[in-house]
């Protein structure tokens, strides 16, 4: 099988858990590391950050519970974004949120995310958002620099379209692994607009955000919503799962390979996630949810 970048692939697993909302879980450095090691008895051993979650600080949350047992480092994936800068108190040399891909500020983000993190590389580093103003050529010498240090094994984007993907990696020699969307059964945009098929075309790993709308998969109230909420109910009962469960199935049925990021810092949630790899929806199932979600027959 040929393919156009000769790609390595991405090396993680099936389900990612993101730690974009770890500010908000309230757990003790002890309550971190002990979520951690359940990810990783559950076979989720790569985890999502960014330098901005938690206006930056939930890598270094993540950083101080790993410090407790730095041999899980060898256990797991960490992905990280940077090139999104974003005022906060305590970054007063922030003026504006904006996009920034100087290859000075990529360098320091990632020696900022590696001394919170307590690593000594990413595994993953993602361009966070795309920019108007970015230069692939700087981008690309800065990507082999970090990679020539060590400080980066593998780097993909977030949120680019084919075109934005494809400059970067006409300047690249490595191939960029992932492009992390924003897939879910609410969220169609990249299956229609030739994201998911380029993905799919250059063996490139889509990592889905917000799989669950955010939430508003269960509790939204619109009239999509509730007719997708319906099918999810119908398919669930039928195969005695929960409607989250389905959801994820949903994703993965997917030929592009996409892995869910999940944000929860419930351990049961992540729990039917990581049995979700073993429901197996029907074509017809899976067309039922996209229908669902489309309000119309497929033409």
């Known amino acids: 099988m040929r393919h156009q970048y000769h790609p390595l692939g991405f090396e993680g697993s099936r389900i990612a858990q993101g730690f974009w909302r770890c500010l908000e879980w309230q ?36 950083g101080e519970a790993l410090a407790l047992k730095p041999a899980l480092r060898d256990k797991m994936e960490i992905v990280t974004k940077c090139g999104v800068r974003m005022p906060a108190e305590h970054r007063p040399d922030i003026a504006l949120h904006r996009y920034d891909y100087r290859s000075k500020h990529i360098i ?30 700087e981008v690309a010498q800065t990507l082999d620099y970090l990679f020539t240090l060590g400080k980066v094994k593998h780097f993909g984007v977030s949120n680019f379209t084919a075109s934005q993907f494809d400059l970067l990696q006409s300047r690249l ?8 969307l924003e897939l879910s059964p609410l969220a169609l945009q990249h299956f229609l607009d030739g994201t998911l098929d380029h993905a799919q075309q250059h063996a490139v790993t889509p990592m889905a955000w917000s799989p669950f709308a955010g939430g508003a998969l269960f509790t939204g109230t619109d009239e999509k919503t509730v007719r997708v909420q319906a099918v999810l109910k119908t398919i669930a009962q039928a195969h005695g799962v929960s409607q989250d469960q389905v959801a994820i199935a949903w994703l993965l049925r997917h030929p592009s390979g996409i892995c869910p990021v999940l944000g929860s810092g419930n351990i049961e949630r992540l729990e039917r996630a990581a049995d979700a790899t073993r429901l197996l929806l029907s074509d017809d199932d899976w067309f039922r949810i996209w229908i669902a979600s489309q309000g119309q027959p497929v033409p």
């Open 27 to 62: 757990m003790s450095p002890a309550q971190r590391l002990g979520f951690i090691e359940a990810c990783l008895a559950l076979g989720v051993t790569t985890f999502d950050h960014a330098d901005i979650y938690g206006k930056y600080q939930c890598e270094a949350l993540f």
């Open 108 to 137: 320091d983000s990632v020696d900022a995310s590696l001394a919170a993190l307590q690593c000594d590389y990413i595994d993953t580093l993602l361009l966070h958002r795309p920019s108007p103003l970015m230069d692939a050529d």
């Open 173 to 180: 020699d490595a191939p960029l692994v992932v492009n992390q």
